[in-house]
T-cell receptor, first 111, second 116 residues
Framework: EDQVTQSPEALRLQEGESSSLNCSYT??????LFWYRQDPGKGPEFLFT???AGEEKEKERLKATLTKKESFLHITAPKPEDSATYLC????????????FGTGTRLTVIP | DTAVSQTPKYLVTQMGNDKSIKCEQN?????MYWYKQDSKKFLKIMFS???????INETVPNRFSPKSPDKAHLNLHINSLELGDSAVYFC???????????????FGPGTRLTVT
């Protein structure tokens, strides 16, 4: 059965303090791994798609990496506006086009 | 321009009622979805739908039914509402899977349903 586990559940950082969020996954053939950001009261906002082990993608202070078992979202010198819940999701090669989500990491960046 | 929109934003209703949530996307996508986010913030697929195929998550009660008047709309109808249906419901859309290796999904702002 497809499974996605994110850690930590919550993370508090000082502004400028870099860190990483983890997404461990088990899927019957990975078609894609997705990172989303969700602000309170809003829908998930797409950040990255990763397709194969070794792939990396960057956007501003965020960098996502992928191995055969996990993905990391590295946050460099975070700012308070980076505070949000970060969701990881996988899409399997078989079956429908839907995403299987983890429970997210709630990030708080303190000024 | 809003890519994926949902109405209403909030819906408060009593047990036993029937209600609908509307979703529209202007991204030209051909596949749409409904997800449910529970109180623990876990997002779970309910349906995926394009003009050829409806795929239903087997755990979804048959009181829930998607209706698509056209490619840009996928509404969610819920009959005989129960307390456990209280959650946030998200609509999403993407290109069809067979058009590429994988496509990201774009989500609407959500509808918070409260059943009393």
């Amino acid at each position: 059965e497809d499974q996605v586990t994110q850690s930590p559940e919550a993370l508090r950082l000082q502004e400028g303090e870099s860190s990483s969020l983890n997404c461990s996954y088990t899927v019957s053939g990975l078609r894609g791994l997705f990172w989303y950001r969700q602000d309170p009261g809003k829908g998930p906002e797409f950040l990255f798609t990763l397709y194969s082990a070794g792939e990396e993608k960057e956007k501003e202070r965020l960098k996502a990496t992928l191995t055969k078992k996990e993905s990391f979202l590295h946050i460099t010198a975070p700012k308070p506006e980076d505070s949000a819940t970060y969701l990881c999701a996988v899409q399997a090669e078989t079956g429908a086009n839907n995403l299987f989500f983890g429970t997210g990491t709630r990030l708080t960046v303190i000024p | 321009d809003t890519a994926v929109s949902q109405t209403p934003k909030y819906l408060v209703t009593q047990m036993g009622n029937d209600k609908s949530i509307k979703c529209e996307q202007n991204l030209g996508h051909d596949t749409m979805y409904w997800y449910k986010q529970d109180s623990k913030k876990f997002l779970k697929i309910m349906f995926s739908y394009n003009n050829k195929e409806l795929i239903i998550n087997e755990t979804v009660p048959n009181r829930f039914s998607p209706k698509s008047p056209d490619k840009a709309h996928l509404n969610l109808h819920i009959n005989s509402l129960e307390l456990g249906d209280s959650a946030v419901y998200f609509c999403a859309s993407s290109h069809r899977l067979d058009r590429g290796p994988s496509y990201e999904q774009y989500f609407g702002p959500g509808t918070r349903l409260t059943v009393t």
